[in-house]
């Protein structure tokens, strides 16, 4: 499609940052900003329904153009990107015929998207790449998926001999946080059943995600002069890291792939006086998330026997669940997914998010959403790039899903094209 890199490389212009410290929704205005282009595109296209709500989410339909009975699918992509990495002043490069090797990222800070430590860049020799400058994440997360959505609708409304059902869509905010499914209109939205274009690389087929929850410790310290403090000072930082070695050290992210869950220190700030811990919990099986929920209570009541009742103390919270159990039900839309991606010569990649999107919540809220591929690699850091021919069999993907759709009813669950 020829508008799907030129529509991405516009969206990731535009900072979209959310912010997990907010109190409001969207948890930052600007996301806003990309939320009105949104709506006029979609506007632009003679889309019904178009609504950009008081929460953030934008909201369309296209409406059925056959007689058939199908059901009605939708198709949605988060606008906000992670808060881990600066989103502002994106500058994409684009690197065309990747020839293979090393690829400069910012020669005056000697940055480089290396093969050594990215060893899937091999696999785009000949293809063209975009990456970040080094300074920012690039924000295929999922701006990616957006872009693939827009440009089928384009197509979709300058073909209209390409008979479909009616086709739902919605674009969230506070995805990144976990907030994205918060203010979802489901039964506005009007599908029996959606997909979230939020994936990875080319492939990436998930209808499993990780049980999730986070932990915030907070260890309080005791604060006296340091050259009369024996005895009485309490250092909160080294009581910090006494905890962080209670926890199996190889249960990490660095350490942990396919269906091993983790726990993951994803940032800490404190003084002598106070440290604060902020740990995301992950298991696909739902009795190992509350295994790890009560080792990380286990560690602070051990180490409150030793120092003293009250210096650590820690709040957990559910995030999300593995929609597995929402989605089997309904296994048919999967199996569509994956005979499409086959149709248009893309090798199905099956395997569980090691992560959540918000069709998890979505899937429990009623509305069944197994999660696309959007194509890009290395989310939430300087390091991400996307090749472009992924955008592009992205949005073949999405209209070969949308032409092919057949009844939940029909036993063979074939596609009709």
Request: no cysteine; glycine share 8%.
């Amino acid at each position: 499609m020829p508008n799907v890199v030129e529509r991405f490389l516009q969206y990731v212009r535009i900072d979209t940052r959310s912010n997990e410290d907010s109190t409001t929704v969207p948890s930052t205005l600007n996301q806003l900003d990309l939320a009105r282009i949104l709506r006029d595109e979609l506007k632009a296209l003679s889309l019904t329904d178009v609504l950009l709500d008081d929460k953030g989410y934008v909201y369309a339909t296209l409406p059925a153009n056959t007689d058939q009975k199908v059901p009605a699918i939708g198709f949605i992509a988060h606008m906000d990107t992670s808060p881990d990495m600066s989103g502002s002043n994106v500058k994409p490069q684009i690197i065309e015929n990747y020839p293979g090797g090393d690829i400069v990222l910012n020669s005056e800070q000697h940055l480089n998207l290396s093969v050594e430590a990215f060893p899937e860049l091999q696999q785009y020799i000949g293809k063209t790449l975009i990456t970040t400058d080094g300074t920012t994440l690039l924000g295929a997360d999922d701006k990616a998926g957006i872009a693939e959505i827009m440009t089928a609708l384009e197509y979709l409304a300058q073909h209209p001999e390409i008979p479909h059902g009616k086709i739902s869509i919605g674009f969230t905010p506070d995805e990144e946080i976990g907030r994205g499914a918060d203010h979802f209109d489901i039964e506005g939205f009007g599908a029996d059943f959606a997909y979230t274009v939020d994936g990875g690389p080319i492939g990436e087929l998930e209808y499993e995600n990780f049980n999730a929850a986070k932990a915030v410790v907070t260890v309080h310290g005791r604060n006296v002069h340091p050259g009369r403090s024996k005895g009485k000072m309490i250092n909160s930082t080294l009581l910090a890291s006494e905890f962080i070695a209670l926890l199996p050290a190889h249960e990490t992210p660095t350490y942990t792939e396919g269906y091993e869950g983790f726990y993951h220190l994803n940032g800490m700030h404190g003084d002598v006086e106070e440290t604060v811990l902020h740990y995301i919990l992950r298991d696909f099986d739902s009795e190992g998330l509350e295994k790890r929920k009560k080792t990380v209570q286990d560690a602070s009541q051990q180490l409150n026997k030793k120092y003293g009742a009250e210096i650590f103390t820690v709040e957990i919270k559910d995030q999300y669940r593995n929609m597995r159990e929402k989605i089997e039900p309904v296994m048919h839309i999967v199996e569509t997914a994956k005979q499409a991606m086959e149709e248009v010569g893309i090798q199905p990649d099956v395997k569980p998010i090691r992560g959540g999107t918000d069709g998890a919540r979505l899937s429990f809220m009623g509305l069944p959403t197994p999660n696309l591929f959007a194509g890009g690699h290395n989310a939430h850091g300087k390091y991400e790039f996307i090749p472009t021919f992924a955008l592009e069999k992205g949005v073949e993907l999405l209209l070969k899903i949308i032409s092919g759709v057949v009844p939940p009813h029909n036993p063979k669950n074939t596609l009709r094209l």
